[in-house]
């Protein structure tokens, strides 16, 4: 086999701002799981539309990968460029599934591990690890990843960038626009029957996850392949706060209207102004290290959450000890991440690819 050229491998330089709205897009959705716990009526969450942080995530994915890969994925081979995915998500999969188990099992707060058996436990872990849905874990709700459960958006993660590899990296961009307006309209098919477009997380709702990476997948491709780049003075600061907007816009009847609204056409244009803007020198380390924590904090908060659900509904805490846990959360799951990043994610991932070299 030939040798591949440092230069084929090496990781292109980030769009700084894009990866500070990564990390704005983490930390809404992590507040949006603690606030849903204890406000399941959406309508009185101020964050209750905090979930459309995932539909954002698969946006920015696909103008991330195809600014990444576009023009040498040719050249490295589709083996080689799911060696890099995989080396790049999977390390914190593992450790997901793995704090998953061990917090399901130990969990101060309650829980019912003893009503798994071994083996059936077992198999709930190997798929966790192998991201393979297994939605049979009733007091979880069903989730397709009953230990780690935002790894349900992973999953879809891995197929969106298995399809690139196999099609779309080769599909001239013309062929993008109608594949997005189908999209685009199941989507909002998805929309209409279930009111709004939160699932895609459990068994029941499972096939809602892949209208929702259909479209927002393709729609990143787009605005990258068509150069859709807008150039503004906005700055991090402005377009996190627009990006914060949609997050915490009315949870209502007409969600079927907006949310799709927000996916098809608001996220787009966040990433578009996202690439296009400047960062001044003072916010680069805020968007840096936002952008390094993200995947860590998404990947590793919902253990606690498990908790927290079971503190909540054994100790009913009022709104001034609610809103400091989560403010407490907010501070310790970052740092935990960073935690993980440095001392797991980044030395798991540097021996890999020395190994893969």
Known sequence: MEKLS???LKTKQHFEILDGLRGVAALAVVTFHFMEIAYTDYSQDFIGHGFLAVDFFFCLSGFVIAYAYDDRIGKMGIKEFFKSRLIRLHPLVVFGAVLGLITFLFDPFGGHPEAYSLGKLGLIFLSSILLIPYPVM????????????????????????IVYALV???????????????????????????????GGWSGGTFWHGGAR?????????????????????LGFIGISILLFLAFIMPFSKWNWLS????????????????????????LKKICNFFGNISYPLYMTHYAVLWMFGNYYAANKPDTTHLTLIIIAALIVLPAFAYFVMQVYD???RSYLTKKRK
């Open 346 to 348: 980044i030395p798991l």
């Open 213 to 233: 990476v259909l479209y927002s997948f393709t729609a990143g491709l787009i605005v990258y392949r068509f150069n859709l780049i807008i150039k503004n003075k």
């Open 168 to 198: 779309l990296c080769r599909l001239a961009k013309r062929y993008l626009v109608p594949i997005a307006i189908i999209a685009g309209i199941i989507l909002c098919m998805v929309g209409y029957q279930a009111g709004n477009l939160l």
């Open 138 to 161: 009733e007091d979880r709700y069903f989730n397709l990843f009953g230990l780690n459960a935002p790894a349900w958006s992973l999953f879809w993660e891995y197929i969106a960038n």
């Open 6 to 8: 440092p230069g084929i």
């Open 259 to 282: 949310e799709p609204f927000v996916i098809l056409f608001y996220f787009p244009l966040i990433v578009s102004l996202g690439a296009g803007a400047t960062l001044s020198g003072g």
